[in-house]
């Protein structure tokens, strides 16, 4: 069995989550790229707008906008160029 040890902490001392969980809960629509969590935005639109932009400089990457009241995902594709 593991011991955890507590160095020069107090057991009364509350742990602070990560900075990256709070700023992506502030919209509804978040921005995913390769299935991580980079913003958030209040609206679809301007969640696509900033997942186009991401697509049209890497476009090898897995872009998609996730509606967390939905819980639906929509992966952004470029549309082709003839």
């Not at 969980?21 to 679809?44: C, I, M, N, P, W």
């Amino acid at each position: 069995m593991a011991t955890r040890l507590n160095k020069g902490r107090d057991e009364e001392e509350p742990v602070q989550e990560p900075s990256q969980r709070k700023r992506a809960s502030e919209g509804q629509f978040r921005l995913q790229v390769d299935r991580q969590t980079k913003a958030s935005h209040a609206t679809y639109e301007a969640a696509e707008a900033a997942g186009i932009a991401i697509k049209k400089g890497h476009p090898i990457l897995q872009v998609a906008v996730y509606d967390n009241v939905e819980s639906v995902n929509t992966i952004i594709e470029l549309p082709e160029s003839k």
